[in-house]
Structures are given as C-alpha cells and as structure tokens.
C-alpha cells in the first residue's frame, strides 16, 4: 500500500463531522468560520448539508483538526450506488 486512500464520491451529499468535532471544541459557528476564514453562514450551510466545501476548504478543515480529509467527509446515501 501506498499510504493513498481513494474514496469512492457518488452524486449527491457529502456527510461531514464538522459540527461533532466543532463542539468537541466548544467552538461555535462563528469561531470555525474565523479559523477558517470563511463566513459563518458558509459554516452553517457545510454542516447542514446546503453546501458542500470546496476541496481547497475541505483540506484547510483537515489541516485545522488534524485529521485526514477522508476521516472528516463521506459520501452521503445513495441508494442508486449501493449495488456496486
């Protein structure tokens, strides 16, 4: 092994911890936003799901909690990629 991981990204949403390991934290919205440079409403819309971050953010996000991308973001269900 090469130490890459491939994660298989199927249409639709993107599920994400953002908001467990935020309050792990006891960081609000705004607090994460700030840390990330983005704005608060951009936080809101990751961790419910309205918005799924770019990948240069969804790598600033796994820098600022030390952890690999693929251990932050999953695929959302899709039952249409279930049978592969």
Do not use: C
């Not at 994660?7 to 936003?33: F, K, M």
């Amino acid at each position: 092994m090469d130490g890459h991981h491939l994660v298989q990204v199927t249409s639709g949403q993107v599920n994400n911890r953002l908001r467990e390991l935020r309050a792990v934290r006891r960081w609000s919205q705004a607090d994460l936003a700030d840390r990330l440079d983005v704005s608060r409403q951009t936080i809101n819309a990751v961790e419910t799901g309205r918005y799924d971050p770019s990948l240069p953010l969804a790598f600033k996000i796994a820098e600022l909690f030390s952890l690999p991308i693929e251990s932050l973001f999953s695929p959302g269900s899709d039952d249409a990629g279930q049978s592969r």
